[in-house]
């Protein structure tokens, strides 16, 4: 057996409440000029404090740009036609996933110098290698791959506790949905180091969820910057993110997905999850449904609980989904790319009595309550 050549970059990140005093030290060695790109939003809850750090550098900002609507291929050639980009050193990239995507799609396929600066805890991109990219009308293309991250992510906690807290609730679906799923994809394989190391990693990526989640959820929602919330931004942010970087090899299986997120794609062909949904939000639902499939009813009971106690959703109806609806995805669900490198075969069976048995969960619940 021929053993593949490779590398791993892992991420670079500092975290606190006054962590944008670090630019400097960080950034000074790659030159002076600094583009600064992001979402609306983004820029406006955080410009003010990275301009006021960067004041104490050697860095001067040259700019200050929105990066569009959407991660989309034409908006990143956008982006890098701009003067401005061409004149900087380095990009600072601020804001959530389609933001901080939007910059590593455009700065490290130039070998351009980018670092993050996420303002809410919903997905990993700050410190992953891959940008999901998106179709113009909006809809899901393809994750664009790279061989490293951002140089550096800039984590300000009173930041991200300011933002609305249902992103760090839907991060909080998605972030444990990475766990069930490597561990799953991965059953019974002698795996290559690094996929093994990114499966024992992933575990963080539910400890300590089911351990602090609830009571960060309630912190974020005062704007409270605890220890608890803390430990859920890492575990949303960082321990994702190296985790996605290990579990994705362009030569070996895909252990980075599952039926969770399956059952999240095959749901946005309603157009109500894109229009009122996040994707953490259903694929923390989707958890449910693999965890039934697979027969963990201890730790479907885990995640059941915890989903109730912060009010993500656990039934069709909070997702609003029709039951019909529902029965045409079932129908996709075991033809996806992301159930293909599964230990078994998914059935529409499997689904349908997954679903069953979640539905009589909450009917029991809701006759108790």
């Not at 804001?95 to 919903?122: H, N, Q, R, W, Y």
């Not at 506790?161 to 998605?174: C, E, L, Q, T």
């Not at 999240?264 to 259903?282: K, Q």
């Not at 959703?313 to 609806?325: A, R, W």
């Amino acid at each position: 057996m021929k053993l593949e050549n490779y590398e791993v970059h892992l991420p670079n990140y500092s975290i606190g409440d006054e962590i944008y005093g670090k630019i400097g030290p960080v950034c000074e060695s790659y030159g002076k000029k600094v583009l600064v790109i992001g979402g609306p939003k983004a820029l406006a809850a955080a410009y003010d404090k990275i301009e006021r750090y960067v004041k104490q550098t050697n860095l001067t900002i040259i700019g200050k740009e929105f990066y569009g609507e959407n991660c989309t291929y034409a908006t990143v050639e956008k982006l890098r036609q701009m003067p401005l980009y061409q004149q900087a050193d380095m990009v600072f990239g601020v804001g959530g996933g389609k933001a901080l995507d939007t910059v590593k799609c455009l700065c490290i396929e130039d070998d351009k110098p980018v670092f993050a600066f996420p303002t809410i805890a919903s997905n990993c991109a700050a410190c992953t290698s891959v940008s999901i990219m998106y179709n113009e009308d909006g809809t899901f293309l393809r994750p664009h791959f790279f061989v490293r991250p951002v140089m550096h992510s800039f984590i300000d906690t009173e930041i991200i506790a300011k933002a609305p807290s249902r992103y760090m609730w839907a991060g909080i679906g998605d972030t444990y949905a990475k766990y069930y799923e490597a561990t799953i994809s991965s059953r019974g394989e002698r795996l290559e180091h690094f996929t093994a190391l990114g499966v024992a990693v992933s575990s963080m990526c539910r400890d300590p969820l089911i351990e602090y989640g609830r009571r960060a959820f309630e912190d974020h929602k005062k704007g409270l910057c605890t220890y608890d919330v803390e430990q859920v931004v890492l575990a949303i942010v960082v321990t994702t993110g190296i985790a996605s970087i290990f579990l994705t090899k362009d030569y070996t299986p895909d252990y980075n997905s599952g039926l969770a997120h399956a059952v999240f794609y095959a749901l946005t062909s309603c157009p109500v999850i894109e229009e009122r949904h996040l994707h953490g939000e259903v694929v923390g639902f989707g958890v449910l449904l693999a965890l039934l499939a697979d027969g963990q009813y201890e730790e479907f009971e885990k995640i059941y609980r915890l989903n109730r106690s912060i009010g993500l959703p656990v039934s069709l109806e909070e997702i609003e989904i029709t039951e019909s609806q529902w029965q045409k995805c079932a129908e996709r669900i075991p033809d996806m790319s992301d159930v293909a490198h599964y230990p078994y075969r998914v059935t529409k069976e499997m689904l349908e009595g997954a679903m069953e048995y979640l539905k009589e969960k909450v009917r029991k619940d809701s006759e108790e309550d």
